[in-house]
């Protein structure tokens, strides 16, 4: 489980890196442009947890689980079901942290916010791809996700921390 959380965390440090240093500087000064481009970023984030529901909702549709309160679902149904919980977990935190944190970054690092969406949504794949072969390979894409927004959480704080 350690080496599968460390490599997330190893690969996440170096997509964001690479991604923010290859994708072009926005030249945004404005809040409400940098509001903007982040709510951006957020919904290009938000595809995971659409293609999740989208499949638990067509799994129930086509089985004895269309009724939830029967508890008819399969092994995979149920794995789907909690990596969609923990994805609208994620997405939550990432959705507030890349927000605030869009208005604090220096401008000609802006692009960071796309580096973390287009991360978050590898590593939200890779989690459930993880996970549907076996709950230990959940890990890298666990830890790439939860430790970029731990990442991102303590940026802001730190801003705040250090301009009251």
């Known amino acids: 489980m350690a080496v599968g959380a460390g490599s997330g965390v190893a690969l996440m440090v170096a997509a964001v890196w690479v991604l923010t240093v290859m994708l072009p500087v926005p030249g945004i000064e404005d809040a ?85 969406a287009i991360w978050f949504v590898i590593a939200r794949f890779a989690f459930w791809v993880g996970y549907r072969i076996h709950p230990l390979y959940r890990a890298p894409g666990m830890a790439g996700t939860a430790y970029m927004n731990l990442g991102l959480i303590l940026y802001v704080l730190y801003h705040l921390a250090t301009h009251l």
Do not use: K
């Open 32 to 116: 409400g442009e940098r509001l903007a481009y982040a709510l951006g970023a957020n919904v290009f984030a938000l595809i995971p947890f659409f293609v999740m529901i989208m499949m638990v909702g067509n799994e129930r549709f086509f089985s004895d689980a269309i009724d939830p309160t029967r508890h008819a679902e399969n092994r995979v149904m149920e794995i789907n079901g909690r990596v969609a919980d923990n994805t609208l977990q994620q997405n939550f935190m990432f959705a507030i942290a890349t927000l605030a944190a869009s208005t604090i970054v220096p401008p000609p690092y802006l692009q960071v916010v796309w580096a973390c």
